[in-house]
């Protein structure tokens, strides 16, 4: 299957949602499946008999995905090996779909959280940035994606994931937009990541050709970011 860059909105959101109807509902744990199949597939990281386990469920764009690297070179499936190590009793879900915008991920939020989650792993606006999108509307979807994840599993634990643009849009809505995330943290008083790709944005080395994926080195270090707010939820 074509993989497509976070600026565009594919066939991928499509199969994303037939995905998350027949493996995130009936919890299969078939490996053979591409990169954008990856929406609400258990990390390869747990055996069959653990999937009892309380969930943390990633939720966001292609960067959550692992657009253009192996599943389990991905940042989520990295979360459930430390997880492994740590010995706690988790399974990673990976929900991520490549070009998600925050009002596709209002739009599929309900599809998704059919069973219920432990922790939420909130990862979405990137490509609204990236677009220039109202950040009214913005903050209205995140919200709304909140709103349903205590509505479906009121004691899940919302982790919100912070994300900063280029000043391509201007320096005022790039300010606005790396201020959102804390704002809306404060808010509903969720655990905030500051920036996600910390270390790791705008490092050439660390990237795709395209800029903005990490490579599976930078998917190591935005591993260990996310791991150094969370292991202190779990």
Not at 5 to 23: A, D, N, Q, Y
Not at 27 to 52: E, F, H, L, R, V
């Amino acid at each position: 299957m074509k993989f497509f860059p976070m600026s565009k909105t594919p066939f991928s959101v499509i199969s994303g949602l037939l995905l998350v109807l027949t493996v995130w509902g009936c919890g299969s744990s078939d490996t053979k499946t591409s990169q954008t199949s990856n929406a609400a597939k258990p990390a390869d990281t747990k055996p069959a008999s653990t999937a009892k386990n309380q969930t943390i469920l990633f939720y966001g764009n292609s960067l959550t995905a692992g657009y253009g690297v192996e599943p389990t070179q991905a940042f989520p499936a990295l979360i459930g090996q430390k997880i492994d190590s740590a010995g706690l009793n988790y399974t990673v879900v990976n929900a991520g779909l490549s070009g998600e915008t925050t009002a596709g991920g209002k739009s599929r939020i309900g599809w998704v959280l059919r069973q219920p989650v432990a922790v939420f792993v909130l990862e979405l606006g990137g490509n609204d940035g990236l677009r220039g999108l109202p950040l009214t509307a913005t903050r209205q979807n995140l919200q709304a994606i909140m709103d349903t994840v205590r509505q479906k599993s009121p004691q899940a634990k919302i982790v919100l994931a912070g994300m900063q643009i280029p000043p391509n849009m201007g320096t005022s809505y790039a300010k606005e937009f790396r201020g959102m995330f804390k704002e809306l943290a404060d808010k509903n008083k969720v655990v905030l990541i500051p920036f996600l790709l910390e270390n790791v944005g705008g490092i050439p080395k660390l990237n795709q050709p395209d800029g903005i994926h990490p490579t599976p080195a930078g998917h190591k270090i935005v591993a260990n970011t996310v791991w150094k707010v969370l292991k202190p939820v779990l």
